[in-house]
């Protein structure tokens, strides 16, 4: 791997009021060798990162609808525009909701079919493993990730989901348990190009040995979640 | 237009401008102070302290200072007790001691801890949702205005009967409200406790723990020093709702027919509450911030009198600056009301711009509402005229005190007396007797898996969770770089503390004591909630007296001081005099431990096979308040446990030093259900089944295979261990003075006992226990 190119990326993690897990995300990217840089939601400056990662949480508390509001956000124009370039994007829960606000991915979140908030350590088989967030998977690879919403739930017409499946663009799929009602066990999505993604399990909570899920070499000794973030960058060197 | 209907005696009337000048000026005019909670004595020691009549406005402030809920006026005199069993070696690791919002303890490297539990009972059962999610916004503010970082809760429920009707409305709802509040606020919910008892039914107990990180140079202490500094109301508008909350909710019981006793419980908005943390924290960072303080119960009286009489001189308040959500509120109802995610700073001058930078940056309104000054005085005006002039300290701190009379119950003694043995219980002998008890116990709400409630709880948030339910105790990590963090358990058995409320208590912290120490921390400081019945009833007050008593001594035998709590009162609606008038005596009590790596925190469960399982403690009969005689016989009297502390601490020493060792795979304490429960757990945390027999503790402790799986002896702990290091921890047993006993080995997908008994060993597959264990509660409430 060429190091030093790695050390020199730059990872935006964009914070909203309300956003939860910006310092998860900026750990994450950290632990995986990139450089976090903190974007606030008033400020349209980038700051010249090289990718951006929405992270978790119930920004502008959730009101209206998961994501409606954040996607009006200054930087969120310049997130958009930067998303269309090809700059890596990454939306985890709260941040794919404001991702499928802001048009860059398709459907929407509704409230999870068992209408009860549910935090659990989630299965999830990788389907496609050439995204800007994914390629350092094993194609069809099972991964346990931490999953915790309230509006869970992905719905897109049939067409939609067709299209996604007949593109390749679904990323994740849930396995064992669909815990939210998900429309075809989609977990997470992505565009066209490959370089924006999201989903609703949380990534940044799998990153280290003591304090992510159980594994089968030790208590929350989980770390499947740190491939997303060595993904970006190595996609990072490539371009 | 009609003349309007004759107002009821229930509505406030809404005084022109009730001026102090006004006041003086006509000292006969009737105050409604009854309908505001006060009794005619104490009103007229409010008349003697200023020399006049209240105001409307005073009259309001000092009836929510003054009641049960802010002034502890029933139990002050008894919880002096915590302190005055302090000692200097308990003192060590104390840097803030009771009396503040929370105490502050040192968890050593520079890093400090705050935490606290608190009540929001009566609340929560008027409107379960808003209430539980505004207990847990309550006690959040509180850790924030030591100027701590929150880094976890915990919340401890009681619930009446799952069987009765009305309990699946309260359960719902407050677990809804628990974490949607929560779980908006990003702090992982690390554990907690789950109680269904007939005893609640009416006075459901939501209790919120929250820990904060500090650095020892950080702690910010509510006082307002510093004459011509700036006193700064942020955050939500102050709007109509909880108005009259505080000595109204949480001080009387409800009677039907009485509406204006039920004034509206507050409504919490967790996003604001999130972006209101962050402020502040950023705040503190810029070191603009000379006092905080939050808003919670009695809201800006009890802020301004607080903040006012715990720093040198007095406050002057324009109320008119009080950005309002509700533009019609008097200046009483400005005063009272409880409108949540408000905090109140205290900040000099120069630092002014600074300050309302950092809140304009959140988007968090900001008025400047008044200034320190030297009179000693707390002045509010409002419109322009002066509606309060007191001395802060008669509103803050020198409420009524009551020694109110107690006694021990006319029911204790047959209760006392009415044990299993006397009962004559059948106990289960055979091995499919004994084998159909497990599993049934296992299915009883109070003994399943919580996993409904705690999975709706994130338990991730923030990255720094080594420990969560179903483990013994929450783990967080504090230090990145060093991996230091803390282990927290709460605990409190109310079968137990009915029977005998003075040793229920020591129980309630012994078990948390043990809880803590079995995931391999190092136990220091405890905080507690007293949640018991009325005051003014002489058999809850004796349970209340007893309670602390006996915490109070056992915490001076542990070692490990109280630095802080709450007690919630008046959780009683029977007829007084009965041995079910109130909620059994609810002492819940949290012990906060250190861990120097937070990743060698030892799990409640094996995963391997084929390590060694050993019983640390000896077990006697004790059977008495066990969830045995609840379970299989709905029957509660008798004695409960022994407290054994001379034992707790010398098991607490083995588990820490076998963590900080690297011995135990596992460690799990044996409570409620006995050993029998613990190894069904123990067994179903990751799905790898044991077998043992408990023919050894059977013979050397003169026990029936019956007591030594199902006895709730307190002082006993499961510990998993590779054989090769066996002898290292049975060694340390013996070095400690505790007994230990190799019960068999993990391994297989049952649990499998052999004893003594008919009928050969007993199994129970993993499958079927697993069903039973973690079928209930979905079933009941799903």
Sequence with gaps: MAAPTLDAARIGVLTFPGTLDDRDAARAVRLAGGEPVSLWHADADLHGVDAVVLPGGFSYGDYLRAGAISRFAPAMGAVVDAARGGMPVLGICNGFQILTEAHLLPGSMVKNDHLHFVCREQQLVVENASTAWTNQFAQGQTIT???????????????????????????????GQNPNGSRRDIAGITNERGNVVGLMPHPEHAVEAGFGPDAADGVRAGTDGLTFFTSVLASLVRA | ?????????????????????????????????????????????????????????????????????????????????????????????????????????????????????????????????????????????????????????????????????????????????????????????????????????????????????????????????????????????????????????????????????????????????????????????AKVVEGIQDLGAAGISCATSELASNGEGGMHVDLDSVLLRDPTLNAGEILMSESQERMMAVVRPEKLDEFLAITAKWDVETSVIGEVNATGRLTIDHH????????????????????????????????????????????????????????????????ASKAWVTDQYDRFVQGNTALAQPDDGGVVRVDESTNRGVALATDANGRYAKLDPRTGAALALAEAYRNVATVGAEPLAVTDCLNFGSPENADSMWQLVEAIEGLADACQELGVPVTGGNVSLYNETGEPGRVDSAIHPTPVVGVLGVLDDVRTAVPSGWRAAGLSVLLLGTTADELDGSAWA?????????????????????????????????????????????????????????????????????????????????????????????????????????????????????????????????????????????????????????
């Design chain 2, 630 to 782: 609840d379970v299989e016989h709905q029957h509660l009297g008798g004695v409960p446990p022994r407290v054994d502390l001379a034992a707790e601490k010398a098991l607490a020493s083995v588990l820490v030093a076998a963590r900080r060792d690297g011995l135990a795979a596992a460690a799990h304490d044996l409570s409620e259900g006995g050993l029998a429960q613990a190894l069904l757990e123990a067994s179903l945390r990751f799905g790898v089944g044991a077998r043992v027999s408990v023919a050894p503790v059977a013979e050397r402790d003169g026990v029936t295979p019956f007591a030594a799986l199902f006895s709730e002896t307190t002082a006993r702990a499961l510990v998993a261990v590779d054989p090769a290091r066996e002898a290292e921890v049975v060694a340390a047993a013996q070095a400690a003075g505790v007994p230990v006993v190799r019960l068999g080995e993990t391994g297989g997908d049952a649990v499998v006992v052999e004893g003594p008994f008919e009928g050969g060993a007993l199994e129970i597959p993993l499958a079927e226990a697993r069903e039973a264990f973690e079928g209930t509660l979905p079933r009941i409430f799903g």
């Design chain 2, 1 to 285: 237009m009609t003349a309007p209907a004759e107002s009821s005696a229930a509505t406030y009337q809404r005084p022109v401008l009730d001026t102090v000048e006004h006041a003086a000026a006509t000292p006969d005019e009737v105050q409604p102070y009854a309908d505001l909670g006060l009794k005619a004595d104490e009103y007229q020691r409010i008349r003697d302290i200023l020399g006049r009549r209240p105001t409307a406005a005073e009259l309001a402030m000092y009836s929510v200072m003054w009641s049960e809920h802010c002034s502890y006026k029933s139990s002050k005199v008894h919880l002096r007790k915590f302190g005055e069993r302090v000692t200097e070696e308990m003192k060590e690791h104390l840097l803030v001691g009771i009396g503040e919002n929370a105490g502050v303890v040192d968890i050593g490297d520079g890093w400090a801890v705050t935490f606290k539990v608190e009540s929001h009972n009566h609340p929560s059962f008027v409107e379960p949702y808003q209430g539980a999610a505004t207990g847990v916004g309550g006690i959040v503010r509180d850790i924030i205005s030591m100027g701590a970082r929150p880094v976890a809760v915990m919340d401890q429920l009681r619930f009446g009967d799952v069987a009765h009707p009305d309990t699946a409305r309260v359960v719902h709802g407050v677990v809804s409200g628990v974490g949607g509040y929560g779980n908006s606020l990003g702090l992982p919910n690390i554990g907690g406790e789950l109680v269904f008892d007939a005893s609640y039914q009416g006075n459901p107990l939501v209790n919120a723990l929250c820990v904060g990180v500090l650095r020892h140079d950080d702690i910010h202490l509510a006082n307002a020093s510093g004459v011509g500094n700036k006193v700064i109301l942020f955050g939500a508008r102050t709007g109509g709702d909880g108005i009259g909350g505080a000595s109204i909710l949480a001080s009387e019981t409800f009677e039907d027919g009485v509406p204006a006793k039920r004034p509206s419980v507050q409504v919490g908005d967790p996003f604001m509450e999130k972006v209101l943390i962050e402020c502040c924290l950023e705040l503190f960072q």
């Design chain 1, 145 to 175: 990730i931490p999953l915790k919403n309230q509006d869970g739930q992905f719905v897109a017409d049939d067409r939609t989901l067709d299209e996604l499946e007949g593109e390749g663009r679904v990323v994740f799929r849930y396995v």
């Design chain 2, 384 to 447: 322009g005229q002066r509606i309060v002039d007191v001395d802060p300290k008669t509103v803050a701190h020198e409420g009524p005190v009551y020694d109110r009379p107690y006694a021990r119950p006319a029911w204790q003694d047959a209760l006392v007396a009415d044990t299993t043995a006397a009962r004559g219980l059948p106990r289960p002998e055979t091995a499919e007797q004994l084998r159909a008890t497990a599993l049934r116990l296992l299915a009883a709400p109070n003994l």
